[in-house]
């Protein structure tokens, strides 16, 4: 990752997403000898009004500072929504790098005190998705949700969370997408690093969406899981920005068969009363994301 982003991430990205606009999306003719998917290089430039040679060098990076004029025309022609157009209209080396975070993630006092007296699934995860505290309706709702695993991890490697999605492969695009977003400039945080080398290891689902470089906000949104033994719930979410953590808290309609079914799966459950924390695991317990 850190080769691919931080050397010529603006290229990286513009060859990407070209290579996912059709020359059908594109107002063009398809016909033609084409040895590559997508745009050519040479259609990209005409489209947006800049010159071949000039959108090569954009590709290959040896021109880091385009216009915003420029980026914006881009955008139009690869077809980006607002998220992807920020996203790229950042890719510039005019754009001050972020201050890397030195402390540690951790949940505040107040939040645990939270997830105590929820009585609906709520976690508090990190920017990597690293799962910092759960209470246990979340871990009812879900065995992955325990504190110290990784989200994305589970979600892409462990098979009982691919079946726990409805929409698997829309599960993980949203995710992939969403890490890429949080990930930014961000490149060498040994954490991001580490999870990503892993991740294009392990999974091959995971090198495909990596590779398309989406970029997605994963806010609040509905979605259907299927839970072993009450069946499939519709949940809303909603994730809630709090210091440097994230609170997500998934609830049902009141009063529908999906409420019914979470009371269920609350009164099933025997886990404790108190929320866990990943800072409560001894000392010399492995990190999840970490082992084979």
Known sequence: MKDEEAGNRLGSYLRARRELVSPAQAGLPPGGNRRVPGLRREEVALLAGISPDYYLRLERGRDK???PQVLTSLARVLHLDDI????????????PK???????????PRVRELLAHLEIPAFVEGRAFDVLASNPMAVAL?????PGLNRLRSLLLDPEEQAFHQDWPKATADFVAALRT????????PRFVELVGELALSSQRFRTLWARHDVRALDGGTTTVHHPVVGDLRLHRDKLPIDDVILVIYYPDKNSDSDEKLRLLGALSHTESAPTSAHDEPEDTPH?????
């Open 182 to 189: 949080t990930i930014g400039d961000d490149t060498d945080n």
């Open 65 to 67: 500072n385009p216009s």
């Open 84 to 95: 992807e157009r920020t996203y790229l209209l950042g890719l510039t080396a005019a754009r």
């Open 98 to 108: 972020a201050p890397r975070r030195k402390r540690p993630e951790h949940v505040p």
């Open 142 to 146: 879900s065995p992955r949700l325990r």
């Open 288 to 292: 999840p994301t970490t082992s084979p």
